[in-house]
């Protein structure tokens, strides 16, 4: 199993495909390697497909320090994963926690990206916002702390899941959560609502995006989205119909056909247009 050691952290992570513009996928919170079960094969064959676990998450390293899980921390490993891996300039993908982390490289290393995707994710995370949501996370992270992870991963859902949505995978989303150490859990979810966002600083960025979501997430999200395509210049917007927070699993080959599309848009622009 390939893991490295980032920022004092061993990340594990997965490299596919021979030959391609390279293709980095960036799960969201809670989220692991798996999130791409339905992309890595699709896109290894034409792209050289680098996918990771972030912090706290999947078969990496969990640091007991909570302070540690901030999406700033989190773009810095990613990048430093990428060029451990030797990705000089790579397509960028980031679903909802990590489209913010990359977000955050977009921003500092524009020069590294050939694009830029946003799946299902926000210019901002102010999840603390809403009582009712602030009620719930309370009553998660109390069962975290006082009964561990599986007694969180048994809680029942606050909404339905999509409707196509396999129902393996949300009993495998479920067995996952309750591996995922107490701190990551209740650490990643504060560095994500402690996020600055990129209200004021979208706008700043050049490089070729695809902002992608489906029709059926939460509001937030589907708001956020339709706001990232406002402040980054000649953004493209997708969405996925029938389809919550994860197309990429609900309807992957929708999900897939779209980000080929975009991927080969990209390949067709003149080379001062992929540079921003």
Known sequence: MPSAAI???NLYYELHGDSGEPLVLVHGYTGDISDWRHQIPEFSRTHRVLVLDLRGHGQSQAPPDRSAYTVLQMSHDLEALAEHVGFDRYHLLGHSMGGAVVQEVALRSPQRLLSLTL???AHRFNLNADPAVVMWRDLRFGMAESKGMAAVADME???PP?????AERIEETKERLSRMSVDAFIGAWDGLTAWEGTADRAHAIETPTLIIYGDLDMPLLVESSLKLAQLIPDATVEVIPETGHSPQWERPALFNAALRGFLERV???PLGRQLG
């Not at 999509?162 to 396999?166: D, G, L, V």
């Open 157 to 159: 859902p606050v909404l």
């Open 267 to 269: 390949a067709a622009l």
């Open 7 to 9: 920022n004092g952290v």
């Open 162 to 166: 999509p409707p196509h949505m396999p």
């Open 119 to 121: 799946h299902d994710t």
